[in-house]
């Protein structure tokens, strides 16, 4: 039985491979949640009814079901209606359309906070509605979220590992191969914890320092991680 | 022959290189109302807390009766018995109702029967004009409320003594006689009571001595009379003059 | 296989998914409150390794963590897939409660326990009787999402072998060739679950509401 560092001389690189591909998952995952997530907030904040609730019935469904039973629909159970998507696209998509559920209402709380009152502001100087979202309220929205959104981009670097219950290549895969080789499930596994810990240790010290780097003077932000 | 209930020598009291006041000492007997002023910031509030052992002071010693409670080994909850504290913030146990907020001492510390407990709880709350509100909870009270709550909480232990930290800084104007009052009576009654507030009129009233305190020192102390009147040092006056403008009547003579 | 059959099928997995939640939540409140105090008020070291406990296993993907104590425990003890996922599902919750009573603790105002002991209430007579009754009723909103966060996680536990809701969408799926059907019908299993415990703990952070004037 190797001891779980004896792991990364031989299945290193694997891992490393792994890994990549973890980051790749995470990177997409959050992009895709950050732009639908975006549209899902602004509708809910300054859309009509109709949208409002539309929105809101997205962010309540995705949220409300594990993220796995999406990654099964949307892999398995679609090809059934024609749909039918690769391993990675089909991650990537239930990655990102859950994300964007939980970056909306993140998105959602700061530009509540940053309030109706910045609102009327820029209306008053002649801007339109939406001119007063993109230059007023959003710059500033964003800069607030950062610390609470700061959460996602490190829970959804944990969430990927279930992807490779559909065959994707990531870390957890090779995991999983390193273990199926070595028949030492723990060792293999906790290999796997470490590298899993070291890339959140990473992120979380990016994201640290792009919230020191984008804070504005002067605002009063509650860093609440 | 006055007896004295609370003795204070030679406290001294520092966090790290700030200190917030040395070689202090101070003796209240019993029935004394003691009331200090001051500006703020200048150590009044953490001496009420070394009273009461909340902080324990650096150096010096304190006595309750004859029995020095700052000596090692000394029970502290046993000696917070003695000793009942009333807070600028009223600081009522927010989950529990007047009543429950009285009565928890009582059931859990002197461990009195429950009806026991509830009867001594009214008396306390009877005692503060507030039996009517027994079930309200510190959010359903004004500021003025729960603050007798938080007397009557700490008269229901029976103390030896009373420590009021700023009593009515935080209350709105309107609710601060209220309170006074309440402490007014208190002290007729023969309560031993030591007063850190900025409310003159009751200090010249009802103080039998004032301490002015400033930057951790104890500039005077004298009765009412001698510090509103014949203050020895100028910056008494000085002190007095400014605050009594502020939340006071005006002396009559300049 | 008519329509009704195939659903309750499906459905029937909701014993376990509920079973699985019932140990998991609870041995992860029991633990992370207990983690917590110590976290709180247990002094430095205390602090320290409750924070190396909660950084690790905060940090480290729970089916990752699902795994390492299954097969962990399953080499020592003979539990069934059920138990061992379960309880394994728990210790991993437990980080993040211990985070939820501890950000609770900390959110009642340490002048709270001042008055408490002013009064003469022990150290730990006030955490009982004075910061642990408020403490609580910071703590439902976000351990009521910590239960959903459950509910949908016990899915993990399909890749033991459990036989819970998506494990019967899996098997009625690959038999009937009607995935689409099985795990939308999953889905909406998992959904009304997440919205029943939600609408309870909502009933429930309500009653115990303490009653104030706005």
Not at chain 1, 1 to 11: E, I, N, P, S, V
Not at chain 1, 94 to 115: K, T, V, W
Request: hydrophobic share 50%; aromatic share 10%.
């Amino acid at each position: 039985m190797l001891t779980w560092l004896g792991y990364f001389g031989r299945f290193g690189q694997n891992f490393l491979r792994g890994a990549g591909i973890t980051l790749e998952l995470t990177a997409v995952g959050l992009a895709i949640g950050f732009v639908l997530g975006l549209l899902l907030a602004l509708a809910r904040c300054f859309g009509p009814k109709w949208l409002q609730k539309l929105a809101g019935a997205y962010i309540a469904i995705f949220r409300g079901t594990p993220l796995l039973v999406q990654l099964f629909i949307i892999y398995y159970g679609l090809p059934e209606i024609g749909i039918a998507f690769s391993q990675s696209t089909a991650a990537y998509l239930a990655l990102g359309l859950n994300s964007a559920a939980y970056q909306a209402e993140y998105l959602r709380g700061s530009i509540n906070a940053i309030g109706a009152a910045q609102m009327q502001a820029g209306r008053a100087i002649g801007l339109s509605k939406w001119q007063a979202i993109g230059y007023v309220i959003l710059p500033q929205a964003l800069r607030l979220a950062l610390p609470s959104w700061s959460n996602e981009p490190i829970s959804l670097l944990k969430t990927t590992a279930i992807v490779f219950l559909i065959a994707v290549q990531d870390l957890m895969a090779e995991g999983k191969r390193a273990a199926t080789t070595t028949f030492d499930f723990v060792g293999a596994y906790l290999a796997i914890a470490v590298v899993y810990l070291l890339m959140v240790f990473a992120l979380d010290a990016l994201l640290k320092f792009i919230e020191r780097k984008t804070a504005i003077p002067g605002m009063d932000i509650e860093t609440q991680r | 022959m006055p007896k004295p209930i609370l003795t204070i020598k030679n406290l001294s009291k520092k966090y790290g290189e700030n200190v917030i006041f040395q070689d202090l000492s101070l003796t209240v007997n019993e029935g004394d109302t003691i009331v200090i002023i001051g500006p703020s910031g200048t150590g009044k509030s953490t001496l009420l807390r070394c009273v009461n052992l909340l902080t324990r002071p650096n150096e010096g010693q304190i006595w309750l009766d004859d029995m020095e409670i700052t000596a090692k080994g000394t029970d502290e909850d046993q000696v917070r018995q003695h000793i009942g504290m009333v807070f600028q913030n009223f600081l009522l146990f927010n989950h529990l109702t007047a009543l429950d907020n009285v009565k928890l001492g009582l059931t859990k510390v002197k461990k009195m029967s429950d009806e026991a407990a509830t009867r001594k709880a009214m008396r306390e709350l009877t005692r503060v004009g507030l039996a009517d509100r027994a079930n309200h909870y510190p959010g359903q009270l004004s500021g003025g409320q729960q603050q007798r709550v938080g007397i009557a909480r700490a008269l229901a232990m029976d103390p030896r003594v009373m420590l009021f930290d700023e009593p009515t800084s935080a209350l709105d104007p309107e609710l601060i006689g209220e309170v006074l009052e309440v402490m007014r009576q208190l002290a007729l009654d023969g309560m031993t009571m030591l007063v850190v507030t900025h409310e003159m009129g009751f200090a010249r009233e009802v103080a039998d001595r004032i301490v002015f305190m400033e930057k951790g020192f104890i500039v005077e102390e004298g009765s009412p009379d001698e510090m509103f009147n014949h203050p020895k040092f100028p910056r008494t006056r000085e002190f007095l003059w400014k605050i009594t403008e502020l939340y006071g009547k005006k002396d009559k003579d300049a | 296989m008519n329509f009704g059959q195939f659903i309750s099928y499906i459905a029937s997995g909701t014993v376990y998914t509920v079973g699985v939640t019932l140990v998991a939540l609870p041995s992860g409140l029991l633990i992370g409150t207990i983690l917590a105090l110590l976290y709180v008020y247990g002094g430095k070291t205390a602090a320290r390794l409750m924070n190396l406990y909660s950084t690790i296993f905060r940090g480290v993907p729970p089916i990752v963590l699902l795994f390492i104590l299954f097969f962990a425990v399953s080499k020592g003890i003979n539990l069934s897939a059920f138990w061992a996922g379960s309880f394994s599902l728990g210790i991993v919750s437990s980080a993040y409660q211990m985070e939820i009573v501890r950000g609770a603790l900390l959110s009642v105002s340490g002048d709270q326990l001042m008055a408490a002991r002013a009064i003469g209430l022990s150290r730990l007579q006030a955490i009982r009787y004075v910061v642990l009754p408020q403490a609580i009723r910071l703590a439902i909103p976000p351990w009521s999402n910590e239960a959903a966060i459950i509910i949908k996680d016990s899915s993990l536990v399909y890749a033991l072998g459990v036989p819970e809701i998506l494990r019967r969408a899996q098997l009625i799926g690959a038999s009937s060739q009607k995935y689409l059907l099985a795990y939308l019908s999953a889905a909406v299993i998992y959904f009304l679950l997440v919205f029943a415990t939600s609408h309870l703990l909502s009933l429930l952070e309500k009653r115990l509401a303490i009653p104030s004037n706005p």
